[in-house]
């Protein structure tokens, strides 16, 4: 069915930890993903972007045997498509699904609990520090029901849940959806963090986060994917961005402060971006 | 006076009895979204199993119930863990279908009974003691109350202390939330579905051998009969809380008595009552979650 161990087989660093071919899906009898192909390098962060409701959740979900869905996924090599969703998450597949979904009525410290997982890319010492050095928060509130926490401690226990495991490649989706700015870059720094031990793919709209950490971008639009590239190429043109996301740099709703000042000043949306995001970084 | 405790104390042992049936039928809707129509096929099936156990060590001694007790419970959950096995995972997700599956079961496991056992109930040899009563305030009750209302309380506590203090436990009070989410922190949840069915089976099966004794017969529908009662209890409850079913169960059992003594029989008309009040009220059931 599908080789074991890749990794020795295959060279360090040399192809995508992840493979999408011709991916497609659907909800409730409605195709929403079409015939989507693309890949996410061994390091680093690769975003996944486009308009609202143009299945990037979607994507992720198929990827993760969520959805019904066809085509190919390859996960270090290993064809993962027919596979049930916990056989994939235990090759190392770590998911911040959209809003979270923590278990209200758990406690933190069991949602972290029934995360551990055992095995070759399961939980290790290494890991719970990490995740207790990123989130001391979470530590002083392991008795608190997840449910009265404010989204972003929400979002805490959600990443917590895939960082506390020696995962190949974490699929983050929308992780600073709604949460006020200085939590948005709390949450930045924390993927950053994530992002130097495993690579990650992430769904974002907020174009500070995406500049601060995305080092290539996949463009969806309508199920498909419409473009694909280093993420400066993306940010560094205002045309492209109006045109892929539908949105000017400058006023971005519900992220962020709104950037001073915009193209008028002859500036590229890349620089913008940089202001903003140095902007809310300032705050703390 | 002595009326009235006689008929709350009897109410809170038949509830004891619904209990072990609807706490089975609540966990298994709660985490898997399947309403069981078999269930009360694992209680007859338990009934039968306990007291042929029982009768070949001595029907009406101790160590004859005790055993039974054992038999019934692990037939009912053999029963049960098969029946999710061999049913209802094949047609995982697929609500409908397995719904439809239990009723199907559930008509031919009775035929399967009535052949086997013959459609009469048939009498038991009780146990001396259980077919006796003990004085309380006034009133005689039957003992059989006192066995029921200790075993579901046995069964509620072990069932709360191992969803509390077990992995397994965690993982069908997060399944009840969100399953999906379950499966995305890589939990095949479908062995805690075959878990729910069998503890569901084995609370049901000691259920069937309790009821025989406190019937003094078994029958191939006896189950069918009680798991009208254990729906019912488990829709007032909240469907998929076991708190929510614990308390209906004696909150209806008890209703159920004191309608049949002091107002005409008309106990089962009042549960029906009950359940349309509570439906238009509360449609979630007095603890179920809103949604
Ligand atoms: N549960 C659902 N039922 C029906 N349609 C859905 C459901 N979830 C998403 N969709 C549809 O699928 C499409 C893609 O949605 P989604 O993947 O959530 O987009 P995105 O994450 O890019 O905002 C949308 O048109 C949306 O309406
Ligand atoms: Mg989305």
Redesign the pocket.
Known sequence: MSEHSPRLDRPQEAGPVLSVRGLSAR??G?Q?VHDVSFDVAATGVTALL?R????????LKAVMGLIERSGEVVLDGARVDAERTERIVCRGVGYVP?DREVFAGLTVAENLRLAERVGDHGTSPARKRLVADLFPDLTQRAQQRAGTLSGGQQQMVSLARALLNENRILLVDEPTKGLAPRIVSEVADALAAAARTVPILL?EQNLQVIDRLADRVVV?DA?RVVHTGPARELLDDQAMIQRFLGVHAENEPAHGEPVPGAAAHGKGAHDQVREAATIAEGGE | MSTLILLLVTGVGLGGLYFLVASGLSLIYGLMGVLNFAHGSFLTLGAFAGLAAAGAVGAGTWGGLLLGLLVGALTGAAAAALTELGLIRPLYNRHIEQVLVTVGLSLATVALFEGIWGPNPRNITGNAWLSDTTELLGARIPNTAFLNILAAALVLGGIVAFLRYTRYGLIIRAGVENRSMVTALGIDVRKAFTLVFAVGGAAAGLGGVLAAQSLNYVSPHMGASLLIFAFIVTVIGGMGSLTGAAVASVVVAVLQQLANSYLNNSGDLIVVLLLALVLLVRPSGLMGRTA
Do not use: D, R, W
Request: hydrophobic share 35%; aromatic share 0%; proline share 0%.
């Open positions: 909800i409730a409605q929403v486009g609202n409701g143009v299945g990037k959740t979607s994507t959209e769904v969806i199920g």
